[in-house]
């Protein structure tokens, strides 16, 4: 058996501002029962749609410090109920 695999990650704006909403839209194996969005310190996890799929959205806060701001590489992890992992990295931009 192959294992869990990410298909397809989708983020939407990539580059962000304050106030904005980041949607983040993410296929996997249909496997996958959990998946994380990770960045820096901070862990999210996603809503399961459907098999395979699963869904986030969050607003980034209207005043927002400077020092937030920058590129980020941010980890989508996903696992199955056995433990098995898969991870990309995507980039990620806050203006």
């Known amino acids: ?3 869990p695999a990410i298909l397809g990650v989708t983020v939407t704006p990539e580059v962000a501002h304050e106030g904005d909403t980041i949607s983040w839209d993410v296929l996997t194996t249909p496997d996958v029962s959990g ?3 990770r960045v820096k310190v ?6 399961q ?9 969050f607003q980034i806060p209207r005043s927002l ?12 992890v996903a ?3 056995a ?4 991870t990309r ?3 990620m931009t806050l203006q």
């Open 49 to 57: 749609l459907a098999p395979g799929h699963f869904s986030l959205a």
């Open 89 to 91: 990295t995507v980039s």
């Open 83 to 86: 433990g098995a992992r898969a």
């Open 65 to 76: 410090p400077p020092f937030f701001r920058g590129n980020y590489a941010v980890d989508v």
């Open 42 to 47: 901070a862990v999210l996890n996603m809503v």
């Open 35 to 37: 998946v994380q969005v």
């Open 79 to 81: 696992r199955t109920a």
């Open 1 to 3: 058996m192959a294992g």
